[in-house]
């Protein structure tokens, strides 16, 4: 057996330790050998100081089925392995009492008071001219950055509801300050959008050039028009934060390095509803391992590409060594799936959406004035995040549901995830 020094098998540049590797071993060999490596010396624990991008947890603490609360279920009752029965790094914050926000789980460090919405524009000036805390480094956070703050124990609002009473927006509002869309203003409560300094690569609605945010009233990630104004938060600090270091062990499974998670490389190959895809998940057996489970909304949101899209680069949204099943979407285009993830997207009294993740066009029917008929759009952009009921038939929504009418699927795909995050005892 090939003997590794020990001051090479301390160091943590995988790529030198594989091309020492392959002069000696098989294809095979070298396989299992990496992945000896990987699990030995990066463990998958977003505790490992090794993790760039270690995931915050959603703080989803609730079971449920495909309509109510529920007691959390056991192994091998229906339900079993949703996003409330697993738990990953806890949120942690820490105010700075200068008008800033350390999270002590990514590093980052935020603006507390997000202050008056801007446009895309002035908030990239924004960054530039931000003195707050007395630091001169602020930028407009990544996607996946401003990601990173939601909380799934949040609650979806009706969009036509001007009653706040009962709601919990998706933030920490013991940390950060947070308001609604204000309708005194002409606004609906929903418009908390905060932006990001991710771009679409296509074009969303009527060929209009679009940006990535967070909504943190309604807990989404959408492609706004840039024209808008959102809220801004500004972060600093671990620049490395969101970048994905991606590895194929070989073996039908992807391991990112950054944040210690391991992918299934195919995904299910197949449409399921949300109780189907958590049993598919928990019982999946793949290169070795039994310890399968449906990832999380904020899980499954990093490892989306958001340099990829169909319309750019006629792929899904994902680096392309992930495989994705095609599909033909409701326009009748080559796209590409929605994913279920383990996370209840929770509304007052109800929990019977789940939060998806779309790796091809973020499809939506939208009023169309000058045809007095409906369109079919990209109007979220590949790469957003939503939510489908967890069963029903999707001819029950002819024109989608929400604002800008979402396409409902309900039979979503799947990509299972190992690590990280422990399951509830």
């Known amino acids: 057996m090939l003997s590794i020094p020990s001051s090479l098998a301390s160091c943590y540049s995988l790529n030198i330790l594989k091309l020492i590797m392959n002069k000696f071993l098989s ?26 991008y270690p995931i915050v947890d959603t703080a989803q603490d609730k079971c449920f089925n495909e309509w109510f609360e529920i007691y959390c279920p056991k192994k091998g009752e229906p339900f079993f392995g949703q996003d409330a029965q697993y738990i990953g790094n806890q949120p942690r914050y820490k105010d700075n009492s200068d008008g800033t926000i350390t999270d002590l789980v ?16 002035e ?17 407009l956070p990544s996607i996946k950055e401003l990601y990173s703050l939601i909380l799934f124990s949040g609650t979806d609002p009706n969009p036509l509801t001007k009653d706040t009473f009962q709601l919990k927006p998706f933030l920490d509002t013991r940390y950060f300050v947070f308001r609604y869309g204000d309708p005194s203003k002409g606004e609906r409560i929903i418009d908390a959008q905060y932006v990001s300094s991710t771009t679409y690569v296509g074009r969303i609605m009527w060929g209009e050039e679009g940006v990535f945010g967070v909504n943190f009233a309604d807990g989404r990630i959408k492609c706004y028009p840039k024209k808008m104004k959102f809220f801004v938060r ?14 194929d062990n070989g073996d039908g499974t992807v391991t990112d390095l950054a944040t210690g998670l391991m992918w299934q490389k195919k995904d299910s190959g197949r449409g399921m509803t949300w109780e189907e895809a958590l049993s598919y998940a928990e019982n999946l057996k793949l290169a070795g391992y039994d310890d399968w489970r449906l990832p999380n909304a904020k899980e499954l949101q990093s490892i989306v590409d958001y340099t990829r899209s169909p319309d750019t680069t006629n792929s899904p ?13 409701e326009r009748g285009e080559v796209d590409y799936p929605y994913y279920w993830t383990s996370t ?20 939506g029917w939208m009023w169309n004035p000058f045809l007095n008929s409906y369109e079919l759009l990209d109007v979220h952009g590949a790469g957003c995040q939503r939510s489908d009921p967890k069963k029903g038939d999707p001819s029950a929504y002819p024109f989608g549901k929400g604002p800008q009418g979402d396409v409902v699927r309900i039979k979503n795909l799947v990509r299972c995830v190992r690590g990280g995050a422990k399951l509830k005892h």
């Open 27 to 52: 294809r095979f060999a070298l396989s299992f050998c990496v992945s000896f490596f990987l699990f030995t010396s990066f463990p998958l624990s977003s505790k490992s100081s090794s993790l760039t």
């Open 106 to 121: 990514t590093g980052l460090m935020w603006q507390k008071d997000p202050g008056e919405k801007k446009t895309y524009e």
């Open 123 to 139: 908030a990239v000036k924004g960054a530039k001219e931000c003195r707050t805390g007395g630091y001169k480094d602020w930028r």
């Open 234 to 247: 500004y972060v600093r600090g671990n620049p490395k934060y969101g970048k994905n270091r991606f590895i």
């Open 317 to 329: 949204a994902i680096e392309p060594f992930f495989e994705c099943t095609k599909i033909i979407n």
């Open 344 to 363: 209840t997207h929770m509304r007052v009294g109800s929990g019977g959406s789940a939060v998806y993740i779309a790796f091809g066009r973020g499809l």
